[in-house]
């Protein structure tokens, strides 16, 4: 085993970013430079056309604001997460907003000149040493700002966007922050965090589940209202923006952002359906092993058995690390540390928010993990993926901003590997049959995540959004549309469902990413064909997988697959490939649970 220090904290050091949280007098000076220094970049961009020289200096310049924004923005990103009370970060959250948009203005005024540039002067400005490693991304810049409004009313959009978009997004961080659900266990009362309630549904004693099952429906039933108002006030403004730059199809940007066609996206959801009877007959033996007709929607990630073994957060540390080491041993290095150096919140505790992530710091090329552990097969797991993203970025630091601008697809292409290779590894490793079965339910579990509960939640959004064109959609029509692309994705296979998982779910709150659900899916397939390249090419390994991660940000995934893998996309065959994968564990768990 790697020996780790003797004793692994559980809570984050942000101190060494800046001391004393959101009361940091370091932090207030910084954010007080930050603004006057975007002012100032701000005044120096003149409406009429620049020469090559001007938009070089203006890219440079903006690319190091850009690093500082993100800075303080994790780190106020962390101090919300980590108690949803601290009323100073949220305020001062909203300020780092506010001064976003004046890089966003930066930006988009950079943009037209892109655009305002003769063909002769373009050819020089991009063949410039100094934009070698960011050629895609400002090619990719000048073409999307053809399709967009006037740099004065794309500004506009911005600087409203604060109160009237990103505004929702707090709220419900707000509404999530405020919620307690009382729990009754081994005949004590608990108040849990949801959170805390959520680990509560991994539990593998199903009346627990159930009781924690039904107060959850309840509690999102009670803030369900205002859960409505958040999400359609979202999408209505979203919709607002793409009408006014003539976009219909809602999906245009998300697609724009994760750098993939619609031709992708319809082939890898169109292969997962055709598949999913496999996983059905998972899904129908799991409820014989737990003696019920069909699942619950909080039985279909729960463990098989009421013993299951705990891990401690020690433990976990170690798996993960030896796990890495076996194929990258750069990534092993870099988790140690991580976990040296108390990069992760994962003490479980009230008042933290729900969900986990991971986020960047480019001043100091660190990152910070959150997430609340509670010794599950499914925390391991998380940290694990956390871990994954973390490593990304840490790959591609040294490259310039723009070309670390990676999409989300390719993104969880990463931490899904990192969470391959780890569950993988610890099946294999199982020492009894019982724990191997657990265990490589738990694997299994995962397809189920990505080929079902995210499909739902996409059935869902794309349906939402139609909708929306109409009008506000009241709480009775969300939870009718929720529960319809539950039984869609699933089959129709369980026999009870989560009408308010559209309140209940963060990512559709997230205002940084529309439709924050098939990337996820893109991700961990992709992760699949990047590790059979792994188990095939052994020690050369490496090398390969580093140089794919630093082209993510660097060209559409397409390209990135076809010079990766050798592999099309837009073709069924690599999507069959990778779900054949995930079929052999199934196929395992029926040969082992026959009776």
């Given at each position: 085993m790697v020996l780790l220090i003797e004793k692994l904290s559980q809570v984050w050091d942000l101190d060494s970013i800046f001391p004393g949280g959101s009361e940091s007098p370091e932090l207030q000076v910084f954010l007080e430079t930050l603004e006057t220094d975007l002012k100032q970049l701000h005044n120096h961009i003149h409406g009429n056309v620049a020469t090559v020289k001007e938009v070089t200096t203006w890219i440079l310049e903006v690319q190091e604001l850009a690093k500082r924004i993100r800075q303080a923005g994790a780190f106020l990103g962390c101090l919300n997460a980590q108690n949803v009370a601290d009323v100073k970060a949220k305020q001062l959250l909203g300020t780092i907003n506010q001064t976003a948009t004046i890089l966003e203005a930066i930006l988009t005024n950079i943009d037209d000149q892109l655009l305002k540039m003769s063909e002769e002067n373009w050819q020089t400005f991009i063949k410039q040493d100094v934009f070698t490693e960011v050629t895609y991304?400002?090619?990719?810049r000048r073409v999307r700002a053809k399709e967009k409004l006037s740099p004065r009313e794309e500004t506009l959009i911005?600087?409203?966007?604060v109160d009237g978009y990103h505004a929702w997004g707090q709220l419900y961080d707000t509404i999530v922050g405020r919620?307690?659900?009382s729990i009754e266990e081994d005949g004590k009362t608990e108040e849990l965090s949801i959170g805390q309630a959520d680990n509560k549904m991994s539990s593998g004693?199903?009346?627990?589940?159930?009781?924690?099952s039904k107060k959850w429906e309840a509690a999102w039933a009670n803030e369900a209202e205002l859960c409505a108002d958040a999400l359609n006030h979202l999408a209505g403004y979203r919709l607002q923006v793409y009408g006014e730059r003539g976009w219909d199809q809602v999906l245009r940007e998300p697609l724009d952002i994760n750098r993939m066609s619609q031709e992708t996206l319809d082939v890898m959801w169109n292969t997962i359906s055709e598949n999913k009877p496999k996983f059905v007959e998972f899904l129908q033996r799991k409820a014989e092993i737990l003696g019920i007709e069909k699942l619950s929607w909080h039985d279909v990630f729960a463990p098989l058995s009421k013993d299951v073994p705990q891990v401690s957060y020690d433990e976990a540390a170690e798996i993960i690390i030896n796990q890495f080491q076996q194929l990258t041993p750069e990534m092993a290095e870099f988790t140690k540390e991580a976990f040296a150096k108390n990069w992760i919140e994962a003490e479980s505790r009230a008042g933290k928010r729900p969900g986990?992530?991971?986020?960047?710091?480019?001043?100091?090329?660190?990152?910070?993990i959150f997430m609340t552990y509670a010794g599950t097969a499914s925390n391991v797991s998380t940290l694990a993926h956390e871990l994954g993203h973390a490593f990304h970025q840490h790959v591609m630091n040294d490259l310039p901003y723009l070309a670390q601008r990676y999409a989300m697809n390719v993104a969880e292409t990463a931490s899904t590997f990192a969470e391959m290779v780890v569950a993988d590894a610890t099946v294999k490793n199982?020492?009894?049959?019982?724990?191997h079965l657990t265990l490589l339910e738990d694997k299994v579990s995962r397809s189920i995540a990505f080929f079902m509960n995210i499909h739902a939640r996409f059935l869902f959004e794309t349906r939402f959004y139609e909708e929306r064109k109409q009008g506000l959609v009241s709480v009775a029509r969300l939870n009718e549309l929720m529960e319809q692309a539950q039984k869609d994705a699933f089959d129709d296979s369980l026999g009870e469902y989560h009408p308010h998982f559209w309140a209940s779910k963060l990512h559709f709150y997230i205002t940084g990413v529309p439709f924050y659900n098939f990337p996820y899916t893109f991700g961990y397939l992709f992760s699949m064909g990047i590790y059979a390249l792994a188990q095939k090419e052994g020690d050369a390994f490496e090398k390969k997988y580093i140089n794919l991660l630093r082209d993510t940000g660097r060209m559409p995934v397409e390209e990135l697959a076809m010079k990766h893998l050798n592999v099309d996309l837009t073709k069924p065959d690599f999507w069959q490939g990778a779900i054949d994968l995930a079929a052999a564990d199934v196929d395992e768990f029926l040969n082992l649970t026959q009776k």
């Open positions: 991304p400002l090619v990719e911005q600087k409203l966007s919620m307690k659900i004693d199903r009346q627990l589940r159930e009781q924690v986990g992530f991971c986020t960047s710091f480019p001043l100091s090329n660190e990152s910070r199982a020492t009894t049959k019982e724990e």
